[in-house]
């Protein structure tokens, strides 16, 4: 009897982890990852696709800035100094300050200009600076990333500007971030201005997330058509400062959103289980290159790489919802009061939707070949579920198949963070479950 329930368990475990895999309409935003990270230990608070590679867009001008402080520290110029604009860096696209060929601007303005108006020109102009010319600066940011263990990244440009070849990961992003803090904390302020003025005009920072989150207090936003909407934050409270990376998100707003949702939730977690940390994979500080041994490192990394594949999400068929008996399921939907309130509350995650899609995660507790058995199933776990999430929906969800359908019994109308503490909280009372994006019809 003890071996046939433990086979039973085994294989309710394999037709759960089968049927979240099961084909679906979900089509995942590609470009979407998040970390979130404290700054002093390294420990991961928040992870959703981190090792993926994406695109960087203009939080690559912070290993522009990165370098241009090494420079400062090194001697090798000063906050005064005039930096020359050549026709090439007046060419440059927007995001830009408008400078004209044969015109200067100082290497603070330089600074300021590339953090808070994320200014192409200004990259450029940088870039020829120290290196003689953008594409031998990139190889020297490149041999920079791989000092600092940003082990997936590779850039092509000082800006950001679009290149199929430029790549970075979320991972790779808060450790830059972390090493800007780190390594130069007497000029983390330019990460924290609002504004600067430059030639009459008052630029503002593009950063919202640091406008309006309590604690939080610099780093940088980025935007391509290829990349989707990025952005690094920090942030401090109760002596805990945390970096935040969002990349890939389908519009301003829901990726400040997003940002604020996880740092919050991460917040929240310290002060339940301040314990409750894992190792990271970031790379321990190490003491900047000397310049005659960085020299080395620049010439290997300059030898032409190949770049890393964006990772792109499968297309899947199809899923159809079973007529349900609402009487004997009592399904419970939970009703957003207000779009403002779903939208501060949801954890978005990747992207744009509308209110009602963004409890939009599910947390699967069977796989079968009967739709009565799928009924069973959840009957069998709803007092648990209503314990840990009263307003808790259900539902028996089909993914036709040839030959037989596969009911998959589901609680539904959560966040990711609700899923993922509800279905800890199940296998910590013996139920088998997996926490996972639903699927919207198509």
């Not at 920090?234 to 519009?251: K, M």
């Not at 939730?265 to 314990?275: M, W």
Request: with cysteine.
């Amino acid at each position: 009897m003890a071996v046939r329930r433990t086979l039973r368990a085994f294989i309710l475990g394999l037709i759960i982890a089968l049927g979240a895999i099961l084909p679906t309409a979900a089509s995942a935003n590609s470009k979407y990852a998040a970390l979130v990270v404290h700054a002093d230990t390294g420990d991961v608070l928040f992870d959703r696709y981190s090792d993926e590679a994406r695109y960087p867009a203009s939080l690559t001008k912070m290993m522009t800035v990165y370098l241009l402080f090494e420079a400062l520290e090194e001697g090798e110029v000063s906050l005064d100094d005039k930096l020359e604009v050549s026709k090439r860096a007046s060419l440059q696209p927007a995001s830009k300050l408008g400078l004209s060929r044969g015109s200067t601007i100082t290497v603070e303005e330089a600074i300021e200009a590339l953090v808070i108006k994320s200014a192409n020109d200004a990259a450029t102009v940088v870039a020829e600076h120290l290196a003689g010319s953008e594409s031998k600066f990139a190889g020297e940011m490149t041999a920079k990333a791989r000092e600092l263990g940003m082990r997936r990244t590779t850039f092509r440009n000082a800006s950001g500007l679009p290149d199929s070849r430029q790549v970075t990961t979320a991972n790779d992003m808060a450790v830059l971030s972390r090493r800007l803090i780190q390594d130069f904390p007497d000029r983390f302020h330019y990460f924290q201005q609002k504004s600067f003025e430059w030639n009459g005009r008052t630029y503002r920072s593009h950063n919202r997330v640091m406008l309006t989150l309590d604690g939080a207090d610099g780093m940088k936003t980025g935007y391509t058509r290829a990349s989707g909407y990025n952005l690094s934050t920090t942030i401090e409270r109760d002596g805990n400062r945390l970096i935040g990376i969002v990349l890939g998100g389908r519009s301003s707003a829901t990726r400040d959103r997003h940002m604020k949702d996880i740092l919050n939730a991460a917040y929240v977690e310290l002060k339940r289980k301040p314990d409750l940390l894992n190792p990271i994979l970031l790379a321990a500080p190490t003491p900047r290159l000397k310049p005659g041994v960085a020299a080395a490192a620049i010439a290997v990394a300059a030898i032409e790489e190949e770049a890393q594949p964006i990772v792109v999400a499968s297309l899947e068929t199809p899923s159809v919802a079973a007529d349900l008996n609402l009487e004997s399921l009592k399904v419970a939907i939970d009703s957003v009061a207000n779009d403002d309130r779903a939208l501060d509350e949801a954890v978005i995650g990747e992207g744009d939707a509308e209110p009602a899609d963004m409890r939009d995660w599910v947390v699967q507790v069977g796989a079968y070949t009967r739709q009565s058995q799928a009924m069973e199933r959840i009957k069998a776990v709803q007092q648990i579920a209503y314990t840990v999430q009263p307003n808790v929906g259900r539902e028996v969800n089909i993914a036709p198949r040839r030959g037989a359908d596969v009911y998959r019994a589901r609680f539904t109308t959560l966040t990711a963070y609700e899923a993922e503490a509800f279905c800890g909280t199940l296998k910590k009372k013996g139920e088998d479950c997996i926490a996972l994006r639903s699927e919207p019809a198509n």
